[in-house]
Structure formats: C-alpha cells, structure tokens
C-alpha cells in the first residue's frame, strides 16, 4: 500500500467511533464470519505498539507493507509479548490471544482479511490515536465490538456501549475523594470503559491508577478480553482483576481473584523453569568451552 493512502499527522486525530467503522467495513468486505475475535485481536495488535517519536507515520507504511506471512509472525510477535509482560492478563485476554498463539491458527485467507483490517486501521489514522498518550483517554474496542455484531446478538446479550462523557461524568462523581490502594470495582465491566474514565479522574486529582486495585466482570468473555487489553493501553497498573461470569452471584470476585492468583504461580513456575534450564544452558557451555581451549597433553613415551 503505497505511503501516501497514511494519514497525515497534520489531518487530525481521528475518533474511536471513525476508527470502528472503517474496521467493521474493511471485515464485513471480507466477507468473514460474525465472529468479532479475528478484527478485534488485530486492532489490538496496532495498539500495543508505541512507535517512536516522529515515525508514526513510518511505522503505519512499515506495517502495512508486510505480506501474510510476515503479519502472522508480527501478531504472533506483539502477542507473545503481551503474554510474557502480562501474564496475569491471559485468562481474561485469551479470546483475543487464542487466534494467534493457540493450537488451531488462522488459516492464510483468514490472516490476509486480518491484514485488511490492520491497513483499514492504519488508513484511517489508529496509530495517531492509540500510538500516543491520547490511547488513555479512548476505548476503541467498545465501539468496535458494537459495530462488529449484528444488532440481535446484542440486545440478546443486554450489551449496551456506554458514551465517554456518560462514563465521564459519573466517574468524576464516584471517585471524587478516593485515596491510593482503594479498590474501583464494576460488576459489568464490558470492555473496561468506566474504568478508562476512573483512571482519568485520578490523574486529574494527581493519583496514579496504577495505586489502585481494579475488579471488573462481565458475562461477555469477549468484552473481558478487550478490557484486559485497555488495562495495559490505560496504564491501570498490576494490580487488575478481570473475570467471565454471572456477577449477581456473590462469589465472582472471589473465583476471579484465585484465577488470577493461579495464573501467576504458573508464569512464576515456568520463569523458575526457564531460568534453571538458561543456567544449566550456560554451564554446560561453559564446560564444553573450557574442554575446548584445555591443552592436550603430550602423552608420556
């Protein structure tokens, strides 16, 4: 795709709700199935790249230029460094993880609709958004989810996408007063917007979220996944709780807690692994090293 169809940096930030209409029209164009996982993953992939300053732009043209092959490797890449960095993330995330890194990949007629996606994305300007600091004040994902299922599976599952300045105002209200290491918990979390809207207000009275403790559920895994993404695009910190579920019952917190918990003891497990496995790599070649370069000596005659 040549340079010249990437938004300019002087054209303007674009909006969330732009932004998810191009990427539902570019998936629908690709005459893909309804499920939202495949488009969803791929904008997520662009908005975890931070690119350096001045190359927005370039980096938009660099993506864009990859051929099939080279884009599953990219996601797959962007993914696989999400999961190491957040692993407490990837229960709640895998819905948006499983495409690329689980056991039944996308086939290379699903991967080149990903790539529409991905330069529909890019033409409209997303890295100009979610490519900056400006990513903590948008969800894109909960528009895009909207956009990307048919109204009747909507108002089937009672999912309903709260406007930022709805979300805006309440939590101006809600967290007015709040002091670092509270808990902001929301039983219907979808794709994390009130907390997006938290985490502004706290800065706007000089408190990090990353103090906070977050605990947000939803019955829709594919929301949940989203939120976990906007997690790490809001800087929400460490400590967040995100669970699938029924959250009218009293134990959902108490499940997504100990998954989250069950999570981390297996990454931390699989480091200890991996660290031992390096050390006994190291000495090994150490000792192979030193085998090597030790003199023969003369045999006795």
């Not at 930022?164 to 002091?179: P, R, S, W, Y």
């Not at 499940?255 to 297996?266: G, K, P, W």
């Amino acid at each position: 795709m040549p340079a010249t169809s990437r938004r300019p940096p002087g054209a303007g930030t674009p909006d969330a709700t732009s932004l998810a209409g191009a990427v539902a029209r570019a998936w629908h164009r690709a005459n893909r199935g309804a499920s939202p996982q495949i488009p969803l993953s791929t904008v997520a992939v662009l908005a975890l790249i931070t690119p350096p300053p001045g190359q927005i732009s370039a980096t938009a043209d660099l993506i864009a230029g990859l051929d099939t092959e080279q884009f599953r490797r990219f996601a797959r890449l962007q993914w696989t460094i999400f999961v190491r960095a957040r692993p407490d993330l990837l229960s709640a995330a895998w819905p948006l993880v499983q495409p690329w890194l689980g056991a039944d990949p996308p086939d290379d007629a699903t991967i080149d609709a990903a790539r529409r996606v991905a330069h529909a994305a890019l033409d409209a300007g997303q890295l100009h958004l979610t490519g900056t600091l400006r990513r903590r004040d948008v969800d894109l994902f909960g528009p895009l989810l909207v956009e990307l299922r048919a109204d009747g599976a909507r108002l089937a599952a009672g999912q309903f996408y709260t406007p930022g300045h709805i979300a805006d105002t309440l939590a101006t209200g809600l967290m007015t007063g709040v002091e670092p290491g509270e808990s902001v918990v929301d039983p219907a979390v979808g794709t994390g917007g009130l907390f997006r809207a938290a985490a502004q207000s706290l800065r706007a009275q000089h408190i990090d979220p990353a103090s906070m403790l977050w605990i947000g559920g939803d019955v829709d895994e594919v929301a949940i996944a989203c939120a976990a993404v906007n997690a790490v695009l809001w800087q929400l910190g460490p400590s967040v709780v995100l669970g699938v579920g029924d959250t009218l019952t009293d134990t959902w917190q108490t499940a997504a807690i100990a998954q989250r918990r069950e999570v981390l003891h297996i990454a931390e497990r699989l480091r200890a692994t991996a660290f031992a496995a390096d050390v006994l790599g190291t000495v090994a070649r150490l000792v192979d090293a030193a085998s090597t370069e030790r003199p023969v000596p003369n045999p006795r005659t």
